[in-house]
């Protein structure tokens, strides 16, 4: 990665330990030593650190604001400017002190994802360089001016010589700083001073041969000779535009030319006065300045914003574009070399990517840029068909397929994308790049090294569960979440034995959600754990009721168990402190377990699942059957109960039964019971079911047949209706 050097190459030693007006410092002064050297500044090393430290605040000030705005660091490049800090090298140097030092000492107290950390950073950067070029901008403009005011003096000088005195006329003429030339109204050039011929390279006579209208170049400003033409026929008595021509030795010379018209004593026409001012460097600065602002400075590929400035234009429906294209291309396992091989391997294998994304690029019409860490995006504009844009992402993940050696090693590369297609002028570039993300996330979901068309239906998906991950925190707070029950009944006398515990969301616009809905987001958040903890709690606090105010006699309650809640630290103690505060008894509560869960499991994960049990509550292994394990696995598993998956049973619902179906739950339950484990069975949905399940020796079952899940109240009020 990009690294802000000090004198000695290094960052500096310091950590970001310490208090944050200690990191602000330590950071003004990494910048110091990066830019100072090239800076004209007036001040020395101790002041122009001081200078930086209000900018690097303003930065850091602005990494952590909520909401984010980088509007504040276009004031950094402003205060570049008025410091000096102008030579070419002071951006670049700067751009890289924020790269890489910025989040590091002026992170804030709250820690931001890494994504959207180096995210905000980028922006700042954007911003850094767009305030830099307004700055320059305007102070060439002021430049500008007062060259132009000196020359319009020179012109004013200049007729009152030729009316006045030829000789005070020459004086100003060859004593001017900027070039000065004189045509004929016919566009003969009669005279230019010494300023203008070294601008062309030094030879008079290659100036004073020439017309003027021989002096056109490619890059001419539109209609700049319909103005000359204006001013020759004296329809106008003055013009200013950039322009450039040829020197002598072939290279462009870039000025900045004002052509006038003088007038005799009686108004007529009589020369036309050229000045110009050779603005070569300032173009080129410019263009260095553009290039490093729209290029990323890794790879070399254009970066987000010529990319983005491409898809506007791509989706503006104009210059005969009507369709577009887009492969947007995120490397897989990239993190793993980043943490594994070190930064430097990870950027070096970035750069090699990139190099081969280029070789897939066939035309003008289609750009290759990288717009974030290992995410690349590839744009055709008006490609024929959807398969030429399906052919370009085909060729991006075969120049992909062939390893990279880097350090010895060879390491291979995959990537995930997702295609956009469609025609320009229906949808904006934010919409086309949300699209193509949620694509490629479907595209990485899938098993990566493929590609995935967009899908209008995946993305009301997408942003639907975004939406939901985004109201869970608060859901909690706000009392949005209840519990349904329902029964387990013994299929020996077909009483309630208790009940499992489902959680059920009440969505204030989407309705009542079932956990599949929002269980897998709670996980991706980690808030199934203050969730989890609610919902043993409340499920907890509703068997004591059971037991000891509704008259039943004593139920066992049954609640589902993450996988992220079986490894968080507090799992024993959270429990033993629900059981506690409700006055119920261990053997009353149930935990299931997922098999997939149990896969592999190794005594660090089955310790806490021996602790509960050792307590005295149950352990059930939910959806047996499903997650291929060892069954020499469950005598080392502290379980008290399987829970068969309820596609063993559904060969069951009629008669006759399923002989396969049968045999397979005879053996389960002949197994468990030889381990001394009882047997439930879910999804039962008709009578000859049960009776089945009943004849084979499972102890407990659930399902429509006796009771669709509902309020702790109507726990015994059994239904017994077939599903068919």
Not at 181 to 202: E, K, P, R, S, Y
Not at 282 to 295: C, G, I, V
Not at 323 to 350: A, P, Q, T
Not at 679 to 693: D, N, P, S
């Amino acid at each position: 990665m990009t690294r802000g050097p000090d004198e000695s190459g290094q960052p500096d030693r310091e950590g970001p330990r310490d208090g944050p007006e200690d990191r602000l410092r330590r950071f003004a002064r990494i910048w110091s030593r990066a830019i100072y050297p090239a800076t004209a500044t007036s001040m020395n090393r101790a002041e122009f650190e001081e200078y930086l430290i209000p900018l690097a605040r303003t930065l850091s000030e602005a990494l952590r604001a909520r909401p984010f705005d980088p509007t504040p660091a276009l004031a950094i490049g402003t205060a570049l400017v008025t410091a000096h800090c102008t030579d070419p090298g002071a951006l670049p140097r700067s751009l890289g002190v924020v790269d890489s030092y910025l989040v590091l000492y002026c992170s804030p107290d709250e820690k931001f994802p890494v994504e959207e950390s180096r995210a905000r950073c980028a922006r700042l950067q954007h911003a850094i360089a767009a305030g830099f070029a307004q700055a320059l901008r305007e102070r060439t403009l002021a430049e500008q001016e007062a060259v132009s005011r000196a020359a319009l003096s020179a012109q004013a000088e200049a007729e009152k010589a030729l009316h006045a005195s030829e000789a005070l006329f020459r004086a100003v003429f060859e004593g001017a700083a900027v070039g000065i030339g004189i045509a004929d109204m016919d566009g003969n050039i009669v005279d230019v001073n010494d300023a203008l011929t070294q601008m062309f390279g030094g030879l008079e006579h290659h100036v004073r041969s020439r017309k003027v209208t021989d002096w056109a170049h490619p890059d001419d400003t539109p209609g700049v000779w319909n103005l000359q033409g204006e001013l020759a026929r004296g329809e106008r008595d003055h013009y200013r535009v950039e322009k450039p021509y040829y020197r002598t030795n072939g290279t462009v010379l870039w000025t900045n030319l004002t052509v006038s018209l003088l007038r005799d004593p009686a108004g007529e026409p009589q020369y036309m006065l050229a000045l110009m001012e050779d603005i070569t460097e300032r173009r080129l600065l410019n263009a260095r300045l553009r290039y490093e602002a729209t290029h990323d400075a890794l790879t070399g590929l254009p970066n987000r914003t010529l990319f983005f400035e491409r898809l506007r234009a791509a989706l503006a429906a104009r210059d005969g574009v009507a369709r577009f294209g887009l492969c947007y291309l995120d490397l897989d396992g990239f993190k793993v070399v980043n943490d594994s091989l070190g930064h430097e391997v990870g950027d070096r294998l970035l750069v090699e990517v990139a190099d081969r994304l280029q070789t897939c690029v066939t035309a003008p019409d289609q750009l290759i840029a990288r717009i974030g860490g290992d995410e690349f995006v590839a744009l055709i504009m008006d490609p024929e068909t959807q398969e030429d844009v399906t052919d370009l992402a085909h060729r991006i993940l075969d120049v992909l397929a062939e390893p990279v050696h880097l350090e010895g090693r060879d390491l291979s590369v995959r990537g995930s994308i997702g295609i956009v297609d469609g025609p320009a002028g229906e949808l904006g570039p934010a919409e086309v790049l949300r699209s193509a993300d949620i694509t490629m996330y479907r595209a990485k979901a899938a098993g990566g090294n493929r590609y995935e068309h967009a899908d209008p239906e995946a993305e009301v998906l997408a942003i639907t569960r975004y939406g939901l991950t985004n109201s869970l925190p608060t859901a909690l707070e706000r009392g949005e979440f209840f519990i349904e029950y329902q029964p387990l009944v013994r299929l020996s006398d077909g009483t309630v034995h208790g009940a499992e515990a489902l959680v059920r969301w009440c969505h204030p616009l989407r309705g009542v959600l079932g956990p599949d809905q929002f269980i897998p987001l709670a996980e991706n958040t980690g808030l199934i754990v203050p969730l989890g903890r609610w919902v043993l709690s409340e499920a907890v606090r509703q068997a004591r009721h059971w037991t000891f105010e509704g008259g039943h006699g004593p139920l066992r309650v049954n609640v589902n168990l993450s996988p992220f809640q079986l490894r968080h630290p507090g799992l024993v103690r959270d429990t033993v402190e629900v059981l506690k505060e409700a006055g119920l008894e261990p053997t009353a509560l149930c935990l299931e377990v997922t098999e997939s869960a149990l896969i592999g499991a190794d005594e660090t994960l089955l310790k806490p699942l021996r602790q509960l049990a050792d307590l005295g509550v149950d352990i059930a292994l939910d959806d047996f059957g499903t997650g291929y394990s060892n069954l020499s696995n469950l005598r080392r598993m502290p379980l008290s109960t399987l829970k068969l998956d309820r596609s063993f049973t559904r060969g069951m619902q009629h008669d006759p039964a399923d002989p396969v179906d049968i045999k397979i739950v005879e053996g389960v339950v002949s197994l468990a019971h030889t381990l001394d484990l009882a047997v439930t069975v879910e999804g039962v949905e008709t009578g000859a079911q049960a009776e089945h399940l009943r004849t084979l020796g499972c102890d407990t079952a659930q399902g429509w047949y006796y009771a669709r899940p509902g309020p702790p109240e109507r726990l015994h009020a059994l239904s017994l209706v077939d599903a068919s």
